[in-house]
């Protein structure tokens, strides 16, 4: 179904109507452009048989596109209620196919919305919550984890950080913690001048795919190395890694103690933790 022909009113009419003005403390930046919103819902395809979840949804550009590209089971996650009779004129428009979840994101497992199905998250996330919510669910205590798929939109500086490797200056934390569990790959860019309002940054579309049987690690080990080799980046790791264990712990594992927390890749992160 064309977007052109879903039966529902321009979104710069819905934000009118409903008095939507995009709200700072929520993280708001709605994007308008169904030819975009559009481009997202494709990269997750197919739609049909999968619990797809959005995260702040706003007005529903992003959710119409779901819904137009074939999601016959999606879960709209909002936390700011002024959306709500948007939504839920959506919901009417798609019978049995929307449900509205007003709710914070942070409280809400995935899991929870399956259903039996396998799960792809596709969301726009709320700039001031994006970063919690992909560690919450890249973190989770349970691999592999319910979805199969989220294409997610982040600051452009985050999805470097999400898709970084070794020796490069967005790599940290993040990274690691990604590249161990997922496969992370950049789509394309959204321009600021695609939202409303605009954003001071650029945004971008990322691809991840849980790693089904990803390295052994105890997770909380492996998250307090990163944490002591990152929170000192420009210091020896035997500088750094002091507190659990210093040049002991580099040596156990084959590590040189002069090297800096960006050069060592994943399996070398999982190396340590296991010593640890």
């Not at 559009?38 to 702040?56: F, M, N, S, T, W």
């Not at 449900?99 to 919305?113: C, F, G, K, N, Q």
């Not at 709320?126 to 205590?141: I, K």
């Not at 982040?154 to 690691?176: C, K, M, N, S, W």
């Amino acid at each position: 179904m064309s977007l052109a022909f879903d039966g529902l009113p321009p979104l710069r009419e819905v934000l009118a109507e409903h008095g939507l003005d995009p709200k700072r403390s929520l993280g708001q930046n709605f994007l308008l452009d169904l030819n975009l919103t559009g481009k997202i819902a494709r990269q997750a395809l197919p739609l049909a048989g999968h619990a797809v979840i959005e995260v702040g949804p706003g007005p529903g550009g992003l959710t119409r596109a779901l819904l137009a590209e074939g999601a016959d089971d999606l879960t709209v996650i909002e936390k700011d209620e002024r959306t709500l009779p948007a939504l839920e004129a959506i919901a009417a428009r798609y019978p049995g196919r929307l449900r509205v979840l007003h709710a914070d994101a942070l409280t809400v497992d995935p899991a929870e919305l399956a259903r039996g199905k396998p799960v792809k998250i596709v969301a726009n996330l709320p700039y001031n919550v994006g970063t919690q919510l992909l560690t919450n669910w890249v973190a989770s205590p349970s691999w592999p984890p319910p979805w199969v798929q989220a294409v997610l939109m982040f600051q452009r500086e985050v999805a470097e950080r999400i898709v970084a490797r070794p020796g490069t200056d967005h790599y940290g934390r993040l990274g690691v913690l990604c590249g161990w569990r997922t496969r992370a790959r950049i789509l394309f860019d959204v321009p600021p001048q695609a939202f409303t309002p605009p954003p001071k940054v650029t945004s971008s579309i990322v691809d991840l795919r849980p790693i089904e049987a990803p390295l052994s690690a105890d997770l909380a080990t492996l998250e307090r190395v990163t944490q002591a080799a990152f929170g000192q980046r420009r210091k020896m790791l035997r500088q750094s890694l002091k507190a659990l264990g210093g040049e002991a712990l580099l040596e156990r594992v084959g590590i040189d103690p002069q090297r800096r927390a960006e050069t060592l890749d994943v399996s070398e992160f999982v190396a340590l933790a296991n010593a640890l």
